[in-house]
């Protein structure tokens, strides 16, 4: 019944805009009628589009009942949010691909085999470890004296004695000097980390793409 309805309404909007049409052969362009759903889900034709459902799916007809036009409805905030965060998503993935495709394409430029990454990566985590070498003897070595001149503070103080000024502003500057080769330190451990890691990841990617690919519809 209802599609009897919709469809009596579409004839009889169809038959005014004809005789519209006729009547003045030179506006027939000029014509504009809308298709709309109703929130009961019945279809209406009309000239305009009421307000209340202006933000919905729409649909511009001429005359002879061809669609020039199709708006889309609007999406309400919880939808633009969700539409944005897969944009967003999207972009990243495509950046993430991007970033691959270089890195692989450095892999296969920069070697020619596994071998040539391993004395690559034993050249670089050798010249890391002298550092870390270097740093844990500088370490050690202000350790001791920083060791040496609080024990000569302390040493003042329990005599009742006073601290001197420079001796106290040489523990000072014994302390930041220790703490900051100790932060270089760590930050030369976890280099060595990411080296490590770095360069078992690309000695597996490398493989990958240097494998003989199957032959397309061999059998596994």
């Known amino acids: ?13 169809l038959l005014t805009a004809g005789s519209i049409a006729l009547a003045a052969p030179s506006k027939t362009s000029k014509v504009k009628l809308y298709k709309w759903v109703d929130k009961q889900g019945v279809t209406h034709y009309g000239s305009s589009i009421p307000p209340e459902y202006a933000s919905q799916a729409s649909e511009q007809i001429n005359a002879q009942g061809q669609v020039l036009k199709t708006t889309e409805a609007q999406m309400t905030p919880e939808q633009a949010a969700a539409a944005q965060q ?13 970033a691959r495709k270089a890195h692989d394409k ?31 003897g500088t370490v050690a070595a202000l350790q001791n004296t920083l060791a040496d001149l609080q024990g000569r503070a302390n040493e003042l103080s329990a005599n009742n004695k006073p601290v001197p000024d420079n001796l106290q502003k040489q523990i000072e500057g014994t302390k930041q000097e220790l703490i900051s080769n100790q932060q270089q330190l760590l930050v030369q451990q976890q280099h060595k980390h990411d080296v490590t890691t770095q360069f078992s990841d690309d000695i597996a990617r490398f493989k990958q793409l240097t494998s003989p690919q199957p032959a397309p519809g061999s059998g596994g």
Do not use: W
């Not at 019944?1 to 309404?9: D, E, L, S």
């Open 1 to 13: 019944m209802k599609h009897r309805h919709v469809a009596f309404t579409l004839f009889l909007v």
């Open 106 to 136: 450095v892999l296969l430029d920069t070697y020619t085999s596994t071998a040539d990454m391993e004395r690559d990566r034993d050249s670089k985590l050798s010249a890391i470890d002298a550092q870390i070498n270097v740093l844990n």
């Open 86 to 98: 897969a944009q967003v998503q999207a972009q990243q993935e495509a950046d993430a691909a991007a």
